[in-house]
């Protein structure tokens, strides 16, 4: 699968913006594009000749940025096979330590928490909590919180995922719409996720080269307004380039949408998009009631 238009829990043909158009402000590259067909909302979208920055020496941006965690868990079967009310003590000490992660910080600090279940999905993980913060050491203080309980004792974490947000080079804004640097997550009732790579030959080829892909790229997606898609950047800070999440509440849409992209050209500069995550939304409460 390529890389996916950078859109922050929009539908997954941009109509609202994408969080990856240049900064407000900076001078357009490029010509705009055509006229939309009859029925597609019209949008400015530009051609970024200097993405990198390197000739034009761009600033380096410190501005706030949201950043996320994905944090995928193991239960070892030992956990079972406590006594039932022992395991409902630890699971109570479990969610009560991660929920005063958001309680004990102040509204200002913008943390954000979801909880999936990937029980009978997966079978080397089953649960994820989905963490938003501006500061990543909010991740180490909400992962120190649960170390401290009993039931990470019986966890391992296959797959932790870090990455933040960006503007997107691809998708201009749309007038009116505001920054668009935030995500709001977990509006459906799955959550896909997979981490993304592309390959160097992407990075090759000359920015209108990529434009136009992904102009086709977001055309494909147009028709598929029940899924939402959030694109995060992993660059220097993880392993992968992208972290990309879907939101939707219908997960047959979504394997229609992957399989349409597979024809689009851009697909062709995917180096890896796997393992892939069939998240289901649950409080923690009914998350953890999953385990045992």
Known sequence: MSEQPDTNTQPAAPTAPAHGAPAQGAPAQGAPAQGAPAGRPARKRMVDLDPSGQVTQREPDRSGRQFMNYSFFKLDPAFRRLPHAEREEIKAEFMAAADAWQADAPAAKGLIQRSYSLVGVRGDVDFMIW??????????????????????????????????????????????????????????????????????????????????????????????????????????????????????????????????????????????????????????????????
């Not at 933040?164 to 996720?193: A, C, D, T, W």
């Not at 998009?273 to 045992?292: G, I, W």
Request: contains cysteine; proline residues 4%.
């Open 131 to 292: 963490r938003m913060a501006f500061d990543v050491r909010d991740f180490q203080d909400a992962q120190a919180r649960l170390n401290r309980t009993r039931l990470m004792g019986y966890l391992t974490q296959p797959y932790t995922y870090t990455s933040m947000n960006k503007r997107s080079q691809y998708v201009n804004r749309v007038e009116g719409s505001g920054h668009g640097l935030e995500i709001l997550p977990g509006q459906g009732r799955y959550l896909f996720i997979y981490p993304f790579i592309k390959t160097r030959a992407w990075y090759d080829l000359t920015p209108h080269a990529r434009q136009g892909m992904m102009d086709e790229h977001i055309y494909a997606s147009e028709p598929f307004k029940g899924v939402r898609i959030n694109t995060s950047y992993s660059y220097g800070i993880d392993d992968q380039e992208f972290v990309v999440s879907f939101d939707s509440d219908h997960p047959q849409e979504f394997v229609d949408l992957v399989h349409r992209l597979r024809y689009t050209e851009a697909s062709n500069y995917t180096l890896q998009d796997t393992p892939m995550f069939t998240c289901v939304k649950k409080d923690l409460q009914e998350t953890l009631d999953d385990l045992a």
